[in-house]
Nanobody, 122 residues
Framework: VQLQASGGGLVQAGGSLRLSCAVSGRTFSQYAMGWFRRAPGSEREFVSGISASGRATTYADYVKGRFTISRDNARNTVYLQMNSLKPEDTAVYYC????????????????WGQGTLVTVSS
């Protein structure tokens, strides 16, 4: 199983970025997906999750209303649209697959991408 995250970069506060994560090696449409992030000097934390069908989503409070997760099962890809970015959103963002139901719990996720760096300048 391989996950390839992309779309990170440098953006000014208030700007937007769209992350993508392409998954290969498993039947994508059967798995929930999630995005996590690790800021410098911090532990990895949950950002957002989406069910296998895409009908259910969940967000951490610190991104709710600003970030939107979606998926395209025909393209085996999950997205994270990030708007109104803040300097505190600076982190390496990771996508991961979840063989069980929609969850915020990191240990539930079994395969992880390599991460993509998002830097938000003030």
């Amino acid at each position: 199983v391989q996950l390839q995250a992309s779309g990170g970069g440098l953006v000014q506060a208030g700007g937007s970025l769209r992350l993508s994560c392409a998954v290969s090696g498993r039947t994508f449409s059967q798995y929930a997906m999630g995005w996590f992030r690790r800021a410098p000097g911090s532990e990895r934390e949950f950002v957002s999750g989406i069910s296998a069908s895409g009908r259910a989503t969940t967000y951490a409070d610190y991104v709710k209303g600003r970030f939107t997760i979606s998926r395209d099962n025909a393209r085996n890809t999950v997205y994270l649209q990030m708007n109104s970015l803040k300097p505190e959103d600076t982190a390496v963002y990771y996508c991961a697959t979840n063989p069980s139901s929609l969850s915020r719990i990191e240990r539930v996720y079994d395969y992880w991408g390599q991460g993509t760096l998002v830097t938000v300048s003030s």
